[in-house]
């Protein structure tokens, strides 16, 4: 059986269900209160109308009833309890009386002591009956007519209760409407939601607001109009940081060219030094610039592509650049999926900046003696550890800051992990930092866990080493 999950008590979904139901309920029990009320006074009128149709009939029979008693003599008995032909209990009893207040008849139910003696003829009450007399041969016969006013009230009562119990079926079937009618309502507002979550990090386009309720179009244009600004605002930002590092990369390139031939040139040693340090800030520079960029592409937004690419070739491409140098050749253990291909939908250049920058990161702090173990998974999930000191718990919250760096003396721009982090996000993953490293006592590792959606291929095999 499947259960209909509640939405929570803040809800407005909650909200208008059982707000909208405890109004209806509160109109169904006022409306029961006031038909009470008219059901009370029409009720009245009926039995008081009833009251005195009966004494009006009796009174003629009732002096009848005298003249016969005249006629036979006095040995007749001074008071007649008309017996019931079928046994019941009465609901309107009646005594006759003459002037001198002497009982002439009785309704067989009904009780002299509960009749006042000294009645006007008209409508009269006690603490239980309700009364009516009615006179006639000039005031020498009154006939008085008496019904509990416990009758009365049962029956108003039957009749609330008759409206009343309606609302406790109906309470169930209103929460139950109103619930489904507010979830249906709220469904396009769902939808806007939904659209602002599925969105990727970078996504800053206006969002679809046309099927959204009047009430809340001025909140989805307000949202579109922050997201504006904030468009606005992160692209200069971007354009500004990518722009300056592309403006610096050519007179930097040029003082570097200037620089090192200068070094050739200068005969004295000491001078040549001087002339090195200047070389080695001017690499420097250089490669802070070229972060620099990687940072704004990683912040820009285009980190999907169309169609899938091969991300297990681009890893391969990348450990072969940086592997140019001898000692870091030697250093690099990747390992891949037997197949030797990762399809994935994440840009494969984006994906080149991630790996690269993980692994420099790893060849810069870690242990020269032990290797930088690389590993691919089927499904397009990254991870990269090296050996060396492990990194505090604090530490680790903050390398994904820019310009953050550890407590390793090598150096750094502080950009790698901010730039492999940025591009993570903006594919829908998370860039995930260990220390120490999965099995090991020591050491750091650096894993990129992307969505499942993002790698197309064959189903996730036990991998393989090469390098």
Not at 15 to 30: D, E, Q
Not at 72 to 101: F, K, L, N, W
Not at 307 to 328: E, K, M, N, T
């Amino acid at each position: 059986m499947r259960w209909i999950r509640l939405p929570p008590l803040q809800s407005l979904q909650w909200r208008l269900t059982v707000g909208l139901t405890a109004v209806v309920s509160v109109l169904w029990l006022a409306a029961v209160v006031a038909a009470g009320t008219i059901v009370r006074s029409e009720t009245d009128k009926v039995f008081d109308s009833g009251l005195q149709e009966v004494a009006q009939r009796l009174l003629p029979l009732a002096y009848i009833e005298l003249l016969n008693r005249d006629r036979d003599g006095p040995e007749v008995a001074a008071s007649q309890r008309i017996p019931s032909v079928d046994p019941h209990t009465e609901t309107i009893t009646y005594i006759v009386r003459d002037a001198t207040g002497r009982v002439l008849m009785q309704s067989h139910d009904a009780d002299p002591q509960a009749f006042p003696t000294d009645l006007r003829p008209g409508f009269h009450s006690s603490a239980s009956l309700r009364l009516y007399t009615e006179s006639g041969v000039q005031g020498t016969v009154l006939v008085t007519t008496a019904e509990p006013f416990q009758h009365r009230q049962e029956a108003v009562l039957k009749a609330m209760a008759m409206l009343a119990v309606p609302l406790i079926v109906l309470l169930p079937i209103s929460l139950f409407g109103v619930w489904w009618l507010v979830s249906w309502s709220l469904k396009p507002l769902v939808s806007w939601q939904g659209e602002i979550e599925a969105r990727g990090r970078g996504n800053l386009a206006p969002v679809n607001a046309s099927n959204l309720p009047t009430e809340v179009a001025p909140v989805a244009a307000a949202v579109d109009g922050l997201i504006a600004r904030l468009r606005q605002a992160l692209e200069a930002e971007r354009s500004f940081a990518g722009n300056s590092a592309h403006e610096l990369r050519t007179p930097i390139a040029a003082a570097l060219a200037q620089i090192q031939r200068l070094i050739i040139e200068l005969p004295d040693e000491a001078t040549r030094g001087r002339a090195q340090s200047i070389e080695s800030v001017l690499r420097d520079l250089a490669r802070l610039s070229e972060k620099l960029l990687q940072l704004a592409k990683a912040e820009g937004g285009s980190l999907m592509a169309d169609a899938p690419h091969d991300l297990a070739s681009v890893l391969q491409l990348v450990c072969s650049d940086l592997g140019r140098a001898s000692s870091i050749g030697e250093r690099l253990s990747v390992q891949i999926p037997p197949s030797g291909r990762v399809m994935s939908l994440m840009d494969a250049d984006a994906f080149a900046i991630l790996a690269r920058n993980l692994i420099e990161n790893a060849l810069k702090h870690g242990d020269e003696r032990f290797p930088v173990e690389i590993k691919l998974t089927q499904d397009g999930n990254l991870s990269v550890s090296n050996r060396g000191p492990i990194v505090s718990p604090d530490e680790l919250s903050r390398l994904t800051r820019p310009f953050e760096r550890g407590a390793a003396r090598a150096k750094g721009s502080g950009l790698g992990l901010a730039i492999a982090d940025a591009i993570a996000r903006g594919a829908g993953g998370s860039l995930e930092l260990v220390s120490p490293m999965a099995g090991g006592t020591d050491g750091f590792e650096a894993r990129v866990v992307l969505p499942h959606a993002s790698a197309i291929g064959s189903p996730s095999r036990h991998g393989g080493t090469s390098g």
